[in-house]
Nanobody
Framework: QVQVIESGGGLVQAGGSLRLSCEVS????????VGWFRQAPGKEREFVAA??????TQFYADSVRGRFTISRKGSATYLQMNRLNPADTAVYYC????????????????WGQGTQVTVSS
């Protein structure tokens, strides 16, 4: 019913950049906000960034504001990550949300399997 596929993760050195992509395939809804969350080993899943259904407004966690940029074009949502540091190491998940609660940092019910981001020193 809802397919979510994240891609673009990899291994980079501190200070490097990565661009994550999220593709959503569903006929259940057409208008949805999108959030990015991440989860490091031994930690809870945390909010990273979100964008509303029209793409006019972006939201960021304090830890990534100024370094990460969320955007959407067509059916894809992107997370440009610059100036990465080891604290950014985690599995990153995409979360489309037709209810829009994700813009407030609240996770929805649809998830992909995640993409691994590893930042070395």
């Amino acid at each position: 019913q809802v397919q979510v596929i994240e891609s673009g993760g990899g291994l980079v050195q501190a200070g490097g950049s990565l661009r994550l992509s999220c593709e959503v395939s569903t006929s259940a809804f057409s208008a949805y906000s999108v959030g990015w969350f991440r989860q490091a080993p031994g930690k809870e899943r945390e909010f990273v960034a979100a964008i509303n259904w029209r793409g006019q407004t972006q939201f960021y966690a304090d830890s990534v504001r100024g370094r990460f940029t969320i955007s959407r074009k067509g059916s894809a949502t992107y997370l440009q990550m610059n100036r990465l540091n080891p604290a950014d190491t985690a599995v990153y998940y995409c979360n489309p949300d037709p209810k829009g609660a994700v813009v407030a940092g609240k996770p929805g019910e649809y998830w992909g399997q995640g993409t691994q981001v590893t930042v070395s020193s």
